[in-house]
């Protein structure tokens, strides 16, 4: 038997690759931050973290306030457009069936959601843990993440 044009033997060798060891000793933080990267809290002042947190949480903010804005604008005028369309007799919706396929989905997303509920709060703990080792930086964030919404 030939893969790729080349003939395979019974007897090569191949390494096994263990892939959760190799990613617990080559974390991507590691090679970016260096080898002994911790809390933030350890590396930077307060008025640093705090510096950090501010700008990123404006930023998240800001881009917050526009996707939110465009989303809304989007979902609404379609909404309207689609009023429209339909007094004006160009279409016609049974809305019977929407609310039914709109319960239908309702019923299907509180299945998932109660499935996925662990998952979340192994993220909520990750989350919260993270937050008290930062909480100067993440102090930060949440008052530049204000300050972006309100610009």
Not at 84 to 101: C, F, M, P, T
């Amino acid at each position: 038997a030939s893969s790729c044009g080349r003939g395979l033997s019974e007897d090569e060798v191949y390494e096994v690759v263990d892939l959760t060891e190799y990613a617990r000793r080559h974390q991507w933080w590691s090679r970016v931050f260096g080898s002994n990267s911790g809390p933030i809290a350890e590396k930077y002042s307060v008025a640093t973290q705090l510096m950090m947190g501010g700008v990123s949480g404006w930023c998240a903010g800001y881009l917050f306030q526009r996707v939110g804005k465009i989303a809304a604008t989007a979902v609404g005028g379609g909404f309207l457009l689609l009023q429209i369309a339909n007094h004006s007799g160009y279409v016609q919706v049974d809305w019977k069936k929407v609310e039914k396929d709109v319960n239908k989905a309702k019923k299907h997303l509180k299945k998932k959601a109660n499935k996925a509920a662990p998952e979340i709060n192994t993220f909520i703990e990750e989350a919260t843990d993270f937050i008290k080792r930062n909480i100067v930086m993440s102090s930060g964030f949440v008052g530049g993440f204000f300050l972006g919404l309100a610009s």
